[in-house]
């Protein structure tokens, strides 16, 4: 990727390409739409604006899409595989996807994104900040150029929160969840599969029923036989119910969330003071910035 990056400014001299932002459903993407269309118009005037929806996908982040979709004034293309997860997870021999085995980003995100975009000279916006330090994969292909505007510009993590504020709004799932994705995401940590069982509990049931599920192999001796371990469950620490379990004790132990709000301060707020993002999105760029 790091070979595709470009400046804004060499961007104009590419004669002919087409301009894509991919939104995730999270603040950083969402702000740079916003930024390009209210800094940049006759750029947004090109973009093509798109999300690649997994369908597994909180409610929150398709009601965050359809209010970005009303201030941005232009549709924002939904991809998809066409497939869905219970689909895929068959296909990858019912092994839950892990950051080691991202098959989920792979088939779900990246490719939708590459049939999307072809062989065309692509420009892609992408909305990583001036005051932080991730890669992530996006493409390798030759033909997706790669611009940062915040970077390029000097854009702070509270320059994004205060377009949000604004505008449209910070998405309302970053009261429990530091970032958007799959419901089911293994990226999650403790307290926020506790956060997905208060707020969701009929995902979080969902979630636990693929941890549940008897996976087999068929063996020539015995047949069918049943197998757990690696891909069983979403995360390496234990089952859901375990982290679950564990984010109460701590919460309970150290009392987190009555010294985290001042009074009546707005969650808004409190998530500006309280929470930075999370190292591990290194490898979640496309899911979650
Ligand atoms: S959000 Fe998580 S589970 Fe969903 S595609 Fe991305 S990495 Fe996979």
């Not at 839950?96 to 049939?115: D, G, V």
């Not at 010294?259 to 309280?274: A, I, P, V």
């Amino acid at each position: 990727m790091a070979n595709n990056k470009i400046s804004m400014k060499e961007m104009t001299k590419l004669e002919g390409a087409r301009h894509v932002l991919g939104l995730s459903g999270g603040k950083d993407s969402a702000a740079l739409a916003i930024y390009i269309k209210d800094r940049y118009p006759e750029i947004h005037d090109q973009v093509e604006y798109f999300f690649s929806d997994t369908g597994a996908e909180l409610k929150e982040v398709y009601d965050f899409l359809d209010k970005l979709e009303a201030y941005l004034g232009k549709e924002i293309i939904r991809l998809s595989s066409g497939k869905d997860f219970d689909h895929w997870l068959k296909v990858f021999n019912d092994y839950l996807p892990s950051a080691q085995q991202r098959w989920c980003t792979r088939t779900m995100k990246i490719q939708p994104f590459e049939e999307f975009v072809g062989d065309d000279l692509v420009v892609s916006y992408i909305g990583i900040r001036a005051d932080e330090n991730r890669n992530g994969y996006i493409s390798h292909k030759d033909n997706i150029k790669a611009v940062f505007p915040f970077v390029e510009n000097g854009l702070v993590r509270d320059d994004i929160f205060q377009m949000l504020e604004d505008t449209v709004g910070i998405p309302e799932y970053y009261q429990w969840r530091s970032r958007s994705g799959c419901y089911f995401c293994f990226f999650q940590r403790q307290d926020e599969w506790l956060g997905l069982k208060r707020n969701h509990p009929e995902l979080f049931e969902k979630a636990r029923q693929y941890e549940q599920r008897v996976r087999t192999k068929y063996d020539w001796k015995d047949g069918e036989i049943p197998i757990s371990g690696h891909g069983y469950t979403w995360s390496s620490q234990g089952t859901i119910d375990e982290m679950v379990e564990r984010a109460e004790k701590r919460e309970k132990e150290s009392g987190i969330i009555a010294s985290n709000k001042k009074g009546s301060e707005r969650w808004q707020d409190t998530l500006k003071r309280m929470m930075d993002d999370d190292p591990e999105d290194q490898a979640c760029l496309i899911c979650s910035l």
